[in-house]
């Protein structure tokens, strides 16, 4: 007689270790001279683990520690709140600290160096560890939950598709419906605009449902489309468990919350971010969420006191964190509607909610003072307060794309030190984590503390639904698993038992920690995260040391008193790195951004042709417009009366260029951040009838980010010309190239009222020239400094 599972345990594995199942043999079917005189067997459905959970995984993005009010916070997240009442905090759960990585390890159960995705896919590099490419080696949870029947959708940002194939020439290999996803509704890449989203559905662009002044914003489109599936999910089959991956691009920049949300934070960061620390550390320590005796760590040197500010400057950034708040908030809002959504059905109960706020720390890329354009500081340049106060009451709405200063990141992870992409602290790596689960987890509205991290995701859900190892998936023998489950700590008698995961290294972009047994030995490395260039010595780098098993926040660095600790955990992390392809430490951000630094479809290219219904082609995935010469042709016909609209274009209110007409002219108009612009406007108007429209951009320099020169042409004839004084050194935005309309966010604001300002007349085909710039391979480039200013 088999042994009778007791209560808590849960179902015996599945032994289906290789995907996807043989084709059925029809054991039972009986063939004779005709159907009169045979017995069919038909194909049984295919059948999750008995009792298998509705999953919803839901994963925010850029939330420091000590932001939401479920973990001491002042930004109100009840629906954090109540799932945590009826579930369990987790206060030692780890991310990568960053984006990509995170989300490719959460998805995979393995490191993110072992799935290639070492830093994000728009610095990958032809390394293992850092390519971009998760191979087929690796399959995610989603696919093993979907040979084991269960529906699955993912909703939101996929930063996890490499850079070079994020067009719909693809290939798709790495694209959600490729990965074990039945569905997919959301954006490609690091972020996007939330009130002009580069949205697809499948692999399909798709145009934009909505317009900002009409309640439109992404999250809530997000929340509007993932509730409409779930449900039509159990309408049509209600016992089949339903995956749910929701991982919006909130709280990344830009912060945008809804226009009706707007406002609902006034006055509440007033005090700063030294005095909100303080605050927020207290409240932890009464809240339980974490240990009493946690230090508060100290504010770095390089980071300035909010005190050292003017009152306007105060008062300028008091508004950057107030805005964020309200993005949050709502963030948390939608969510609750899913939660909603289930309960409403009768399925809340047997839903295992995963609420990880947070794919890494709180984002430092703001720089010192906050921004009104992200893009501008990703490409390494830093705003002034005097050029940006003035639009105080700008921030958020459509057309900015803001982030808030350093020092907020700072206090957005309390009681930490350091921030996102600083992967030796836990500033950049710690964030509050919920699971809920109605039906299984009795120990309600209490907090865990075993160490873990995202890898240990995907375990714990093969183990609660009852699914193995597998060891093949689609004829692909696969890397074993990294992580380890978590389900032990849900019971209530495994509240204070010792944590299953001993070990565990991060790294990013030099930055290094190894964590073993209660111990972690970290460095910090060389550059700062609010400044994506240049690189420093490794040679330079100090390590430090903490006993974590008693020093929750790292507050007091051993390394001096401990140096035999230190040498082992040391030696340690390089031995992880050898396993887990770390190696080579590179430190590089803004350096590896050039799109010709990887393969691509149009690498080599001089010449390139493009037809109407080219559009939403990505940055990543197009061909490179920014300092390099080239020509555009544009062979049109003007109908009688004239015609206006978008010839084509490349990005959008972050930086981008337009060639249009308007008013009867041609127009070339460069966005440099929405900082500075130029634009060149034809000396005569264009013709009615065929016409062929050029324009010549010469590039001056070979600095990137240096001056041009564009000249303007009607049939021949020079008809304008113009200077380019500074160019995008990297990416003009995260938005894409269009052919006869804009089809995201606005490149110039003297269409903004029309978009996507679609050309009225008929394009027949638009040429691209490429001359210098584009002859070095992607290897040579990888050897050249980039020369700043």
Not at 25 to 39: H, N, Q
Not at 323 to 342: K, Q, S
Request: some cysteine.
């Amino acid at each position: 007689m088999p042994k009778s599972k007791k209560k808590d345990e849960f179902p015996q594995r599945v032994g289906r270790n290789v995907y996807p199942q043989p084709e059925y043999r029809f054991p039972d079917v009986k063939i004779g001279l005709t159907y009169e005189d045979s017995a069919a067997d038909f194909p049984k459905p295919q059948q999750a683990p008995e009792g298998a959970p509705n999953i919803l995984l839901v994963l925010l993005d850029d939330v420091g520690f000590g932001w939401p009010s479920a973990f001491g916070g002042l930004v109100r997240m009840p629906t954090a709140e109540r799932l945590a009442d009826n579930g369990l905090k987790y206060n030692q759960f780890h991310t990568t600290a960053l984006c990509s990585p995170t989300r490719a390890a959460l998805l995979t159960g393995r490191n993110h160096h072992t799935v290639h995705s070492g830093v994000i896919g728009e610095l990958a590099t032809g390394f293992p560890g850092y390519d971009g490419i998760i191979p087929k080696s690796c399959a995610t949870v989603a696919e093993l939950l979907k040979q084991n029947a269960y529906a699955t959708g993912w909703w939101g940002k996929n930063h996890n598709v490499p850079d070079n194939q994020t067009s719909e020439a693809g290939p798709f290999d790495n694209w959600p419906t490729n990965m074990g996803f039945d569905y997919f509704y959301g954006f490609i890449g690091g972020e996007t605009d939330q009130f002009y989203p580069s949205l697809f559905r499948g692999t399909r662009a798709v145009p934009i449902p909505g317009k900002p002044e009409d309640g439109y914003q992404l999250t809530r489109d997000l929340a509007n489309d993932c509730i409409d599936w779930m449900r039509r999910q159990k309408a049509i089959a209600p016992d089949r468990p339903l995956f749910a991956y929701f991982s919006t691009g909130a709280a990344h920049a830009p912060h945008h919350p809804p226009l009706d949300w707007r406002g609902r934070n006034k006055g509440r960061f007033d005090m700063g971010w030294d005095k909100y620390r303080e605050e927020i550390w207290k409240r932890q320590l009464e809240m339980g969420v974490i240990p009493k005796g946690t230090k508060l760590t100290p504010r770095p040197e390089e980071i300035p006191a909010w005190d050292e500010h003017t009152e306007e400057q105060k008062r300028f950034m008091a508004r950057q964190a107030e805005n964020y708040a309200d993005f949050l908030e709502h963030t948390d809002y939608e969510v609750g509607r899913l939660v909603d959504a289930l309960e409403e059905m009768g399925e809340l109960e047997n839903t295992l909610v995963i609420y990880i706020i947070g794919d890494n720390g709180s984002s430092a890329e703001g720089t010192l003072t906050g921004c009104m354009n992200e893009i501008m500081s990703l490409n390494g340049f830093q705003p002034t307060f005097e050029e940006m106060m003035d639009r105080i009451d700008e921030i958020g709405l459509p057309g900015t794309s803001p982030h808030y200063a350093v020092g907020w990141a700072w206090a957005g992870d309390t009681p930490f030190q350091w921030t996102k992409q600083v992967a030796s602290h836990f500033g950049g790596t710690r964030n509050g984590t919920i699971i809920s689960w109605p039906k299984r987890i009795k120990d309600k509205g209490k907090v865990r503390s075993q160490f873990h991290h995202c890898i240990d995701v995907m375990p714990t859900i093969l183990e609660v639904v009852g699914i193995a190892e597998p060891t093949t998936v689609n004829g692909v023998a696969q890397k074993p698993i990294e992580g380890v489950s978590m389900a032990y700590s849900f019971a209530k008698e495994n509240a204070n038992a010792p944590s299953k995961r001993y070990t565990q290294y991060f790294e990013m972009f030099g930055n290094r920690a190894l964590y073993h047994d209660g111990w972690i030995a970290c460095c910090r490395h060389g550059r700062l995260p609010w400044f994506n260039v240049g690189s420093a010595d490794f040679a330079d780098d100090t390590w430090e040391l903490y006993h974590v098993a008693e020093d929750f926040s790292e507050g007091e660095d051993l390394a001096a008193k401990y140096p035999e600790k230190l040498r082992e955990l040391q030696d340690l992390f390089f031995a992880e790195a050898a396993r887990y392809n770390v190696l080579p430490l590179d430190d590089r951000f803004i350096e590896r951004a050039d799109v010709t630094l990887r393969p691509s479809f149009f690498y080599g290219r001089k010449h390139v042709t493009f037809y109407p219904g080219m559009v939403r082609l990505p940055e990543g995935s197009a061909p490179k417009t920014n300092n390099i010469t080239h020509t555009i042709t544009v062979d049109a016909e003007v109908p009688k009366g004239g015609a206006e609209g978008v010839l084509v274009c490349l990005g959008g209110d972050t930086g981008g260029w337009s060639l249009y007409m308007q008013d009867g002219k041609l127009v070339y108009h460069y966005n440099w951040f929405d900082m500075e612009r130029y634009e060149v406007i034809s000396t005569t108007p264009v013709p009615e009838g065929k016409v062929e429209l050029k324009c010549e951009f010469a590039n001056e320099t070979d600095v990137p980010g240096g001056p041009a020169t564009v000249r303007l042409f009607i049939d021949g004839q020079a008809v304008g010309e113009g200077k380019i004084e500074k160019q995008v050194r990297a990416r003009f935005s995260t938005e894409s190239l269009d052919v006869g309309v804009d089809a995201c966010s606005p490149v110039s604001k003297a269409y903004a009222d029309k978009r996507p300002f679609a050309f009225t007349g008929t394009i027949e085909k638009v040429q691209f020239e490429f001359g210098d710039g584009n002859e070095l391979s992607p290897e040579e480039k990888l050897d050249v400094k980039l020369k700043m200013d």
